[in-house]
């Protein structure tokens, strides 16, 4: 039988068992549901679960008998359950349905809303975009790997399910692989400690990883510290080699990604790497408009609160479409006249209270530096003069200055008592490094982006 069809019965298994109200509706959902059954042979129906809880509580006598006198009535025949660990499991299992167990972990799903026609172009993403269209539609693939970094709500989720979504509509005959990064190295992990009788987990995954056109991993830091880089390794070189495009993204300059192999890091750098910054107002503006669609007749909005939303939270597409959204809900609810800034300030109130950096001050400041860089307070009040120290300081003189507008001699008394001089000059090269130092300026956004 096919194993849809094993999916099908238990299905129905559950909701049998489901309709019976014996367990309550959080175990059930949590818990209950979380099981498998992949074959019945000679009477014996195989049902995997994959916690010790689920087993302690579907192993129960009454449940156990429960389970059974349903399945049996959905099968047509009496059967007898037999309840396994799921990775037990596959060592009973033929290799088709090991090979269909993997191909279903690396299914990929795009969000049918993130599309090419629904980004907004600005001056702030207009690489990325140009790169992540060119990958789609060019013969050749000009470069490789393509990495789009930049803080979190900015656009590069949207840009892979763009590539996804266009290659799906326009070449329904290439292979895509979409991953959140986390979810990458939970299957790489998953095959690492099963094993089947048929062959090794881990080569089935990689071979069917490998076996794709396109390669789109979304926040490549979180593979960092995991001993899943040596198969993410293998399977990145055998793509390169088969001319695959890979497309990576991450919330931060390759080279300031700690914990990933220095060799992969390297091979990030053979490729493009583009950064995404914070929308521009123009942008900003645009991305209000465009959400505005359709809700032109029903909510008048003003071009005042347009402007304000997209001087106050333009730092996160994520917030500023977020912060539309409750005006169009609230005022859907309270049914103003017009949407002007005053019903704005009102409604969004805690959120420019939350934007404030009120609750900041110089010491909190350096404590997220020093946290970034990895370093103490100690040695950054101190006198060595160590690249890392040193940029470290022009950090925090910077972002105190520009955050909360302290005197020289205050930030220079957070500074192991500085003099004011020092302090100012220290400010002036941070400004000048702003403008000239890419990774000083992805530092320095990421780092207030945690503080704010």
Not at 113 to 138: L, P, R
Request: proline fraction near 2%; glycine fraction near 4%; aromatic fraction near 10%.
């Amino acid at each position: 039988m096919a194993v849809n069809s094993y999916d099908q019965i238990w299905q129905e298994t559950l909701d049998a068992v489901h309709a019976r109200h014996f367990f309550s509706e959080d175990t059930f959902n949590d818990w209950v549901r979380k099981t498998t059954l992949f074959k019945i042979e000679n009477n014996e129906a195989y049902v995997a679960y994959r916690s010790m809880i689920t087993k302690n509580i579907i192993a129960q006598p009454e449940a156990h008998t429960l389970f059974e006198s349903t399945l049996s009535k959905v099968w047509g025949d009496a059967v007898s359950i037999r309840f396994i660990d799921y990775h037990d499991m596959e060592k009973l299992m033929p290799e088709e349905i090991v090979k269909q167990r993997t191909s279903e972990m690396i299914q990929s799903h795009f969000d049918p809303h993130y599309t090419f026609e629904s980004f907004v172009e600005g001056k702030s993403n207009q690489e990325a975009y140009a790169a992540c269209m060119s990958c789609c539609t060019q013969a050749r693939h000009l470069y490789n790997p393509i990495m789009l970094y930049g803080n979190s709500g900015l656009g590069k989720t949207h840009l892979l399910h763009a590539i996804g979504n266009y290659l799906q509509k326009e070449k329904p005959e290439v292979k895509v692989f979409y991953a959140y990064s986390g979810d990458l190295v939970s299957i790489l992990l998953d095959a690492m400690k099963t094993k089947s009788v048929h062959g090794n987990t881990v080569e089935m995954v990689q071979s069917q990883l490998i076996d794709n056109d396109y390669f789109l991993i979304d926040d490549i830091q979180n593979l960092t510290q995991s001993s899943s880089q040596e198969v993410f390794f293998k399977v990145y070189n055998a793509l390169i080699a088969k001319n695959a495009q890979i497309v990576i993204t991450s919330d931060m300059h390759p080279n300031q990604l700690s914990g990933l192999q220095s060799r992969l890091v390297s091979r990030f750098a053979q490729g493009l790497i583009v950064n995404i910054q914070k929308p521009e107002f123009d942008t900003a503006r645009a991305i209000l408009q465009m959400k505005l669609k359709g809700y032109e007749e029903s909510h008048d909005v003003t071009d005042e609160v347009i402007d304000f939303l997209a001087h106050k939270f333009s730092d996160d597409v994520r917030k500023l479409e977020g912060s539309l959204n409750k005006l169009i809900f609230s005022a859907t609810i309270e049914n103003p006249d017009v949407i002007d800034i005053d019903f704005a300030r009102k409604i969004l109130d805690d959120e420019i209270i939350q934007s404030k950096p009120d609750h900041l001050s110089p010491n909190k400041i350096k404590k997220e530096v020093s946290k970034f860089y990895g370093l103490s307070y100690a040695a950054i009040e101190g006198k060595s003069r160590l690249r890392k120290l040193v940029t470290a300081r022009h950090m925090i003189v910077y972002l105190t200055r520009e955050i909360l507008g302290s005197s020289w001699t205050a930030i220079g008394q957070e500074l192991g008592n500085r003099d004011h001089s020092t302090i100012k000059s220290s400010y002036e090269r941070g400004r000048r490094l702003m403008e000239t130092d890419e990774a000083f300026r992805m530092a320095c956004d990421k780092i207030r982006s945690q503080l704010e």
